[in-house]
């Protein structure tokens, strides 16, 4: 969105006379003449006029500079954004299915009423079953557990849906209610992972799904009555559950009802994800899966809006009706004679020819600009008849689309079958138009960013915000080559990275280094060589002699000191301040010794050890760690007892 220079406001001329005013009594109090006739007066005038103008243009220049510099940088306004919410719909009793059209409107049921209704319109067409998603269970190993109540407590309860440790053939059995049989056709389930504890995940707009690589491999299967078959997965914006998203499978008569693990008492269609390839940094924690659900923004639809008619002229400009414009959604149209033909929007005419049919958009007003016949074509006109038309666009957004769970279920109009729809979930993602001051801190930041990775923290820092994963750690090692580690290569430099994930030693699964590596590709100088790799561990462990006070309870005591010796030596919450272990930070004697003297209970210490990777390390002496190099806290043996006096 283009910037526009403010208006500030600055002091007026009657501000700084009056102010020059106040000032008399203090240093000319014998000057009581202030009537305008008096010459003190009209040089007061005259150089509150002069400081006026002098004031403005001063108090222009840096904003001014500013605005003009990330101007030139390409960066701008961002235009409001709508909100998206997921709405679930449900049929009338004994309605096999029904399709929901793309384009569905569904509004906010207000209480007071408002001056504009505030609608959001489906993004996709959805097949809606006449049932319902009745069992969850979970297989792990060759045991079954039930999470159908778990699955319908929104936000509140999660449940690892592969076991805790998402080992191979585990698998997610899901049970549905149909009474009729299966139809053919597309069913849609979305998955609404748990990560309310996770950092965000990193997000690029200019890195495409197909450079995010899957941590782990699954496979969907359906139970024909007698075994498992392969289920036709369309399309799956899980990612193999490594984010919330949805399955998209075609449906197929051939599923037969049966009962499978603990399920016994009703027979359900069944499908089941099972996993062939582990691989998962997290193992996936399922909030809850909705069956009938379907994505929806706060937008409108506008179709065949006349603009009017070109008159040859350079840079011609039209107003859509409406502002607020949705990225993307703009197809526009002219008539030069010879029907309508499309035109393509770009963002500025730099690089346009005298004969591409180009124009640009102001999304925040809707101002649609023509070229100049040099830079971009001149759309002919076309006597007698209006010929600039969008044909279709999306206008909306702003932060009160973001509206509370069970609010969006006014339908627009009927649907056949439809009995009610509505988001189980808040609406969230709307956002004003961003404003000037917001625009001057994300400035140099997107500075930063938009640029090549040269140094060792830009690497880092890309290497972290890498899309569609989270990263919490990056460790950049310039001039390290992992085939050449005792030597300096040029141009090399390797980036280690730390995903989140439990235990305490988190380490990166294939495809979340492809995916680093291949986000890191696209921003390294073309001289550079980059690799990305897994942290190494150097196990340390500490055996200690420890006497405990009289009122201490020597078996808890000991439990506590192995806990805070493995959250100091953890990636993520250890070293002194906290932030993490740091990479090839070595191991004081003296900490050691703190940190026992500091948990309550402790009396006194009679003697500690430090092993490292199981060899002794000398008595008293820093314990060194490569620079490559993070920490696994071992199995600390503590030998905790009260000293008894003879």
Known sequence: MPLKTPNLDDRTFEDIKQEALKLIPRYAPGWTDWNES??????????????????FRLNQVPDKNYIEFLKLMGIELKPAEPASVDLTFTLTMGAATAVIPKGTRVGLAEEGGGDKPIIFETDEPLVVLGGELKEIQSLNGSSFNIYTEANSVTGKEWYYGFGRNALKDNALYLGILLDTEFPSKEVKLTFYLYTED????????????SSIFSSARVVW???NGSSWRALEVIKDTTRSFSQSGSVYFKGTPLMQRSSQGLITEEDLYWIRCRIVEPGYEIPPRIDSILLNTVTARNVNTVKGEILGSSDGKPDQQFILRNNFIIEGSLILQADEGSGWQTWEEVDNFHASGRDDAHYTLNRLTGEITFGNGTNGRIPLPHPGKNNIMALRYLYGGGKQGNAGADSITELQSSLAYVEKVTNKRPAAGGRDEETLDEVKTRGPMELKTRHRAVTGEDFEFLAMETPGIRIRRAKALPLFHPDYPNCRVPGVISIIIVPEGPGPNP???????????????????????VYV????????????????????????????????LARFFHPFTGGRDLKGWPFGGDIYYSDMYKIVLDTPGVERIEKILIYKDGEE????????IPGNSLILSGEHELDVYYYRRE
């Open 198 to 209: 996770l950092i965000s995940k990193g997000s690029h707009c200019d890195t495409n799904e």
């Open 38 to 55: 008096d010459p003190g007066i009209t040089l007061i005038e005259l150089f509150a006029w002069m400081t006026e103008m002098i004031l």
């Open 617 to 624: 390390q000398d008595k008293c002496e820093n314990v060194e």
């Open 507 to 529: 380490l990166p699964a294939e495809g979340t280094i492809k995916t680093v590596c291949s986000h890191l590709n696209k921003h390294r100088l073309l001289t550079s060589e």
């Open 533 to 564: 790799l897994p942290p190494l561990y150097t196990e340390i462990k500490i055996k200690a002699e420890i006497i405990a006070g009289d009122d201490a309870n020597a078996a808890a005591l000991s439990l506590k000191l192995s806990e805070n």
């Open 221 to 223: 299967e359906f139970w």
